[in-house]
């Protein structure tokens, strides 16, 4: 889910397929990890959240995994559909200390779910 | 609750002219942020408060940039003057910090142009 400059990752699935993004975060310390969905001309939206005792998490067709021994992070949406069709960013909280609560945000991935 | 509300949502100006963003967080959130999206360098955290007081504003471009959290209800950033490599999403977000899960809530941003 990394990208450099201009360019998004885009994955294009088909509707009712299931779309896996995927997410490499840097810093092995980082407890507690967001995925978020951005919509055009919208700011982003919570989707799940994972803690870093958690290897998984499911919400409603959604589920995250966490892999810390190779510092990755995936969502996975089951039954794509057109609604799906957004840039998905990943975040890590890396420090915390009571009063921290920053977020670094990767580049984001465009779903394009085909109809 | 209405979520983030933020104003305007766009906003056009002439280079050298002064901007002034404005936040409304979460009723309760005590926590603020204010990013920057470009097609360039993604969401970009420019400054963030805890109970009103800046915790971190590392992310602020340069001087040109303010941020002010007078009141737990309301933000402000400001941008003198104004330069058109300004011209972005400003997205501002809010938390609740209590330990545990942070989730930030992002409000729907606004769009400025610096000509």
């Known amino acids: 889910g990394e990208s450099v400059g201009l360019h998004l990752p885009t994955l294009s699935v088909q509707e009712g397929d299931n779309s896996i993004i995927n997410c490499a975060y840097s810093n092995s310390a980082s407890d507690y990890f967001i995925w978020y969905k951005q919509e055009s001309g919208k700011g982003p939206q919570f989707i799940i959240d994972?803690?870093?005792?958690?290897d998984k998490r499911q919400g409603q067709r959604v589920t995250v995994l966490l892999n810390k021994t190779v510092k990755h992070l995936s969502l996975q949406i089951a039954a794509t559909q057109p609604g799906d069709s957004a840039v998905y960013f990943c975040a890590e909280r890396a420090d915390y200390g009571g009063s921290q609560g920053n977020l670094i945000f990767g580049k984001g991935t465009k779903l394009s779910v085909k109809p | 609750d209405a979520g983030v509300i933020q104003s305007p949502r766009h906003e056009v100006t002439e280079m050298g002219q002064e901007v002034t963003l404005r936040c409304k967080p979460i009723s309760g959130h005590n926590s603020l942020f204010w990013y920057r999206q470009t097609m360039m360098r993604g969401l970009e955290l420019l400054i963030y408060?805890?109970?009103?007081?800046?915790?971190?504003d590392s992310g602020m471009p340069e001087d040109r940039f303010s941020a002010k959290m007078p009141n737990a209800s309301f933000s402000t950033l400001k941008i003198q003057p104004s330069e058109p490599r300004d011209s972005a999403v400003y997205f501002c977000?809010?938390?609740?910090?209590?330990?545990?899960?942070?989730?930030?809530?992002f409000g729907p941003g606004t769009r400025l142009t610096v000509l």
């Open positions: 977000a809010s938390s609740f910090l209590a330990g545990g899960y942070n989730e930030q809530f």
């Open positions: 994972i803690r870093s005792n958690m």
């Open positions: 408060f805890n109970n009103n007081v800046p915790i971190d």
